[in-house]
């Protein structure tokens, strides 16, 4: 019988497999960030063991670092000493770590790809769920627990139990303006933020294998936001592409066989999905989120819906508790939304195409009146780059803030915070009460949909915009 | 992880029931990037009173917890069975433990003992009219002794031969080592490294 991708990937890693047992899993590459790792440290100095393959194991700084005077010594003592100590942990121990102010610093998730080091068909953990961003590439990426940190530092492997697979197949064209952000959150709406629940989510068809790699990492990115382990894209002649000449990347022959295995990464045309979604991409627009879980989106064009239409009586709480955190009214349309803050970055948005498409935006504009537009590149490299192309003076002239690469205000765990009550419009991936600062209101869009809501100050598309730009 | 056979020491009869994870280690421990250093955390909030049990000068060097029952009930963090060790505890003793503390105890090398109320009751007594008084916890024999006291407790036979060996999931892992090497043997050259070779 056929097999999935998933399966493949999978089957390639197993260490040891008994009857009644989770499989053991081989992990061919472990991020490392400040937040979950220090404990894991410490009991690996405790045991006295060491870690066991530093080759495939690679650190950076993301969650604390602050965005601004990134030279200066870091103000809050928490977030200090959990850098300090990823420092010290990363000396100690021989781990290759890209502290703030490397070229290679950034978001964990942006770092990996960008160095060429997520491959097809490879193993990638790190203690964090975005973990799943990785499977754009095809290979099987799980967030996981400090204690398993541990266990991966000192073993290379994790024993793990076989999640099920689901196919969400989304075929047709992708009408214009509409984005793999859009698509994500379309998808999570309609299965639910457990919908995923206990699977490796497989995204394929027509519409998927026409986006880039970054559109594709926007995707796997957010499968954890529907409650999957992981998600996955089968690679293809994009992602050799994109592959090709990474600093990580095979070389030589090396390419050439390990491009002969990736074409063998594709789920077998007899191989059966546990369950499938099906999706026509002609349906998709411009999607927002109106309440507090990433479920809770709809299109742009329609209005907050009211909570008495949820037939399922704990949806229908949800959605009443949501609009009232969020201070919102039933039947109000979603454009008449006015934001305060606008936040472009994440691991989810804020890779250059994101950070491109959103200047082409805002090029020529201005921010609304009132309204903070905050830029921050997922990683320095990105940021440079976004530089060498003149994007950073683009966003400045609009009246926008320009920032250092890190997590920021994806999760406000460094100064960029909303104030209690202020709205955004985040192209991070969790709108969750209180995520991105105490009391803060976040509706999750796409960088173009940002960028456009920062021009008018409410929701917006960039459809929405009549003006002609100056200087154009 | 150290093995754990059998131990003799003194005890600190704690008697609450429903002591939650947070009055364990109260929240604000949670900052700490360690796994030791928990001791003073360890019901911060009731040792601010001189006459709680564990500032008593005779119950210090104690080593067993006898504890009312659901103890470890709460939030899921790890920290509260850490602050027990940190302060010495091998041992605690109760009547009904809450589940994921009493996984994350297990896998942590504390033993946690699960004896009747009355049996509880009987050590309570002991250790209140004799702080010197001494309790034997036997996992090779699976019991409970003290002064009058014998009883037996149970514990599954995989907790029970992890806590005998000072296995924890890593060590069980490290044991087939000779997969993993096979494994990484056969691993092609391609595979990206994040280190020169
Ligand atoms: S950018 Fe946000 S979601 Fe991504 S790793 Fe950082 S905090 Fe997590």
Partial sequence: MGRTLAEKVWDDHVVRRAEGEPDLLFIDLHLLHEVTSPQAFDGLRKAGRAVRRLDLTIATEDHNTPTLDIDKPIADPVSRVQLET??????????RLHSLGDVEQGVVHVVGPQLGLTQPGTTVVCGDSHTSTHGAFGALAFGIGTSQVEHVLATQTLPMARPRTMAITVDGELPDGVTAKDL?????????????????????????????????MTICNMSIEAGARAGMIAPDETTFAYLKGRAHAPEGQEWDEAVAYWKTLRSDDDATFDAEVVIDAADLAPFVTWGTNPGQGAPLSSRVPDPASFEDPSARYAAEKALEYMGLRAGQALRDIKVDTVFVGSCTNGRIEDLRAAAGIVKGRKVADGVRMLVVPGSARVGLQAVE???????????AEWRHAGCSMCLGMNPDQLAPGERSASTSNRNFEGRQGKGGRTHLVSPQVAAATAVTGTLASPADLTDVPAGV | MEAFTTHTGRAVPLRR???DTDQIIPAHWLKKVTRDGFEDGL???WRKDPEFVLNKPERAGATVLVAGPDFGTGSSREHAVWALQNYGFKAVISSRFADIFRGNSLKNGLLTVLLDQEVVDALWELTESDPTAEITVDLQDREVRAAGVTAPFELDENSRWRLLNGLDDISITLREEEAIAAYESGRPAFKPRTLPV
Avoid: H, P, W
């Fill in chain 2, 43 to 45: 019901f911060e909030a």
């Fill in chain 1, 389 to 399: 192309e003149g994007l950073d003076t683009v966003f400045k002239e609009a009246g």
């Fill in chain 1, 86 to 95: 990823l420092r010290k942990n990363c000396a100690d121990f021989g781990v």
């Fill in chain 1, 184 to 216: 994500i959150l379309a998808v999570i709406t309609k299965i639910g933020t457990g919908g995923g629940q206990g699977y490796i989510l497989e995204y394929r068809g027509s519409a998927i294998e026409k986006l880039s790699m970054e559109a594709r």
């Fill in chain 2, 17 to 19: 029931s429903n002591v």
